[in-house]
């Protein structure tokens, strides 16, 4: 732990519903926990449920045989990881709660174990070497009955000499390759895998990937197992930039980006209809295109020798041969509604270094037809509606989206959310929220954003007059339908984060995590909680009403912090065995594979909450779940998913995330987590569990979940207030040092 001054404390995570979340007469059991990975070095796993139940899981994982490389994020060397899958079917046969139901694992990208490329990847250490073909981490979405699996790699074969590599001279004058984005699909619900296929070439440095579909699933439709899949990823002229202390984690995640980095797009049709004809299973387009406008010359400035990039045969780049622009876009998303490709980013704002802030932007348009421009350095994409506030930082945009049909009439299509402030680096922020109704375009957004949002000139960005978004976590405890209105100072001590959400018909859900004060919150006076706000859409108006927030983890342990919570639903009733989505309809042949909507699960990491001068942070203790069954009135006692893992990971956020898919009827739910092997140093598995929620006779009183674990805290001392803006200047500095106690 930190070299600070320590005093013991016994902490127990004592999960107490509030009034408003009160406990419902549900059990939740969780099924024993196994390592679904098996090479000892599993990393975010990936879990998907298909349409016949059958369960996906993709992991990174190392090969035998694989050689060392360097971890970015993590500051540290560990062995190259591919991506692996898995699958399991529960049926009369097999629960998938045993290893052995598993399949045997399939390696799908197939690069840890080549190298496309030689550099001087140990700097200071050794000499140049290979430098083999590790995986950042897979991304896997469903459309219909294809899985497309999505992730970027440090093995460009396609163009060798196009690929280039960026030196981190705070790393040991690391020079580390650029990675190229990639993709793979299968139509057999993961029994088989189509060869991976290189969608860009290492030129600039990939990252932060990601699909959408839409598969016609009618059977009585024309166009049955037809539609288009979508991918998109973001690339960094510079390389991958490491991090600068804004939120959690340690950064070289992609969200601080060079100026130029733009987010890149390509699209693919799909025809499933005729089995004997697999060439018509996935046409992807001639070539990927930019689909933002930063780009605007060659040319990154500076002297000669201070020139981060190097070419394939590791010399030093030209700085005039390096693609510059005036703002950077990162972090993008990317979905579908129909035929329109949807898009959110955040991007730097074009100020000339006057403001250090995003704008949150967002585009529609039809799948093949983004938007182009010739510009006399090359082709760019389009600037995209910015939908925050101009005069404030936003940034981590999600969205969820529905079909026109499930909408139903002036239904939400889009809703789309995000954190915004006047601060950065961790800063005070809240979480706001847009609808798109009747449509996806920007004229559909409620609240109403200006017309001429779609401009990348920086004083006519300023000037725009949109309709401020919907606060929902302006002075969260007490707030009401009046707090909708704030503005996002309007308490500029209290912080929310980590927003989720379920959209489902009329029924939108979003949740965050919401300290009262950052200044209590680093002296252990105050902490995360799980919140949550219910909208229900009126299809009459397309408007619609907001519940008052629920803390519905309320751990009131103020040492104990909720981290990476998670919302998730049922999927849709099974076409054939459930057509009407009735249970007891006589043409239901089984009542499990009926959707109820009104089952909803949340989960959460849980840590311990140190002071920020902590040089390692706080103890992960552990991921919980419940559930409600009726649409987030009650929920069920908490109990512990996975087990409590310590320090142990150098990737923060992935020591908390939980991946989890349910049964349509929402009885059975199975996830995964990354697990840290406590007595071996450096060895980790993606971990699997299912489990299962009934009704009992009584309501549950509430517990204190588990039995205390004994755990060390910073002493704060005694002493007086203090400025929280010199915490937040310092906040950099404290990144640095645990990255370096990391290492």
């Not at 060798?160 to 020079?175: F, G, I, K």
């Not at 995964?672 to 060895?683: I, R, S």
Request: glycine fraction near 8%.
């Amino acid at each position: 732990m930190s070299t600070l001054k320590k005093k013991k404390v016994v902490i127990a995570v004592a999960l107490a519903i509030t009034a408003g979340a009160a406990y419902a007469a549900t059990q939740i059991t969780v099924n024993p926990p196994f390592a679904l990975s098996d090479n000892g070095n599993g990393d975010k796993p990936k879990i998907q449920r298909a349409g016949d139940g059958t369960l996906v899981v993709a992991y990174g994982d190392s090969p035998v045989g694989a050689g060392l490389v360097y971890d970015v994020k993590a500051a540290a060397e560990r062995t190259a990881r591919d991506i692996f899958v898995k699958t399991c079917k529960p049926d009369a046969t097999k629960t998938c709660d045993n290893l052995g139901d598993w399949s045997v694992a399939t390696n799908v990208s197939n690069s840890a174990l080549q190298s496309s490329m030689t550099s001087d990847w140990r700097g200071t250490l050794d000499a140049p070497s290979p430098y083999f073909g590790d995986i950042d981490k897979p991304n896997i979405k469903t459309s219909g009955s294809m899985m497309v699996l999505t992730w970027v790699s440090k093995y460009c074969p396609a163009s060798p000499t196009a690929q280039r590599s960026v030196r981190y001279l705070e790393r040991d004058s690391r020079v580390v390759p650029f990675s190229c984005a990639w993709t793979a699909y299968t139509t057999n619900n993961g029994a088989t895998w189509s060869a991976p296929i290189q969608l860009s070439n290492g030129e600039r440095d990939a990252i932060q990937d990601s699909s959408s579909g839409a598969i016609n699933t009618d059977p009585t439709s024309a166009s049955y197992k037809k539609g288009q899949i979508v991918l998109s990823w973001q690339e960094d002229p510079q390389g991958l930039q490491l991090g600068a202390a804004d939120g959690p984690g340690d950064g070289a995640s992609g969200a601080n980006v060079s100026n130029g980095t733009d987010v890149w797009y390509t699209y693919a049709t799909v025809d499933l209809s005729v089995p004997s004809t697999p060439a018509d299973d996935f046409i992807l387009a001639p070539a990927p295109v930019r689909l933002t406008d930063n780009f605007s010359n060659m040319g990154i400035g500076g002297t000669d020798a201070a020139v981060p990039v190097f070419d394939s045969t590791g010399a030093q780049m030209n700085k005039d041969l390096i693609e510059y622009g005036q703002a950077g876009a990162a972090r993008p998303n990317i979905g579908m509604v129909g035929t329109n490709t949807l898009m959110a980013f955040e991007e730097t704002k074009a100020s000339a270094e006057l403001d250090q802030g995003k704008f949150v932007r967002y585009m529609a348009f039809p799948f093949a037809a983004p938007v182009q421009t010739v510009i006399p350095a090359g082709t760019v994409g389009s600037a995209g509606c910015i939908i925050s506030d101009p005069l404030k930082n936003a940034r981590r945009v999600r969205f969820l989206t529905q079909s026109p049909t499930l909408a139903g009439p002036n239904g939400i299509q889009v809703a789309i959310f995000w954190k915004e402030g006047i601060y950065d680096k961790g800063g005070p922020s809240d979480i706001v929220v847009r609808r798109a109704v009747n449509g996806v375009q920007p004229t559909n957004m409620r609240p109403a954003v200006d017309s001429g949002c779609a401009t990348s000139d920086y004083a006519t960005a300023l000037a725009l007059n949109s309709t401020r978004a919907d606060n929902i976590s302006s002075n969260t405890p007490t707030a009401t339908t009046a707090n909708l209105t704030d503005d996002t100072e309007a308490n500029n001590t209290e912080n929310a984060l980590a927003h989720r959400g379920v959209l489902r018909g009329n029924d939108l859900w979003i949740g965050y995590s919401y300290t009262n004060d950052l200044v209590k919150l680093w002296a252990q006076l105050d902490n995360y909680n799980f919140w949550i706000r219910k909208f229900t859409n009126d299809p009459a108006t397309g408007d619609g009403t907001w519940t008052n927030p629920v803390n519905v983890t309320n751990v009131t342990d103020k040492n104990i912090n909720v981290r990476e919570p998670r919302i998730f639903s049922t999927p849709a009733s099974s076409a054939t065995a459930c057509p009407t989505g009735i249970p007891t309809d006589p043409s239901t042949t089984d009542p499990t594979l009926c959707q109820n909507t009104n089952v909803v699960y949340l989960a959460w990491g849980t840590q311990q909450n140190v002071s920020p001068f902590d040089l390692n942070g706080g103890d992960d203790l552990g991921i919980y779940i419940t559930a409600s069954q009726d649409g987030g009135a009650t929920y069920a006692s908490p109990v512990r998913y996975s087990a409590a893992m310590g320090s142990l990971f150098s990737d923060e956020e992935s020591a908390y995330e939980a991946q989890i898919v349910t049964r349509p009827d929402g009885t059975r739910f199975y996830g995964l987590w990354n697990q840290a092997n406590a007595t071996t140093p450096g060895v980790t598995a993606a971990e699997y569990a299912s489990g299962s929620i009934a009704t009992v006779a009584d309501a549950l009183p509430a517990p204190v979940l588990p039995a205390p674990t004994v755990a060390s805290t910073t002493s704060t001392g005694g002493g007086g207030s203090f400025a929280p803006w010199f915490m937040l200047a310092l906040m950099p500095l404290f990144a640095v040092r645990r990255r370096l106690m990391k290492k």
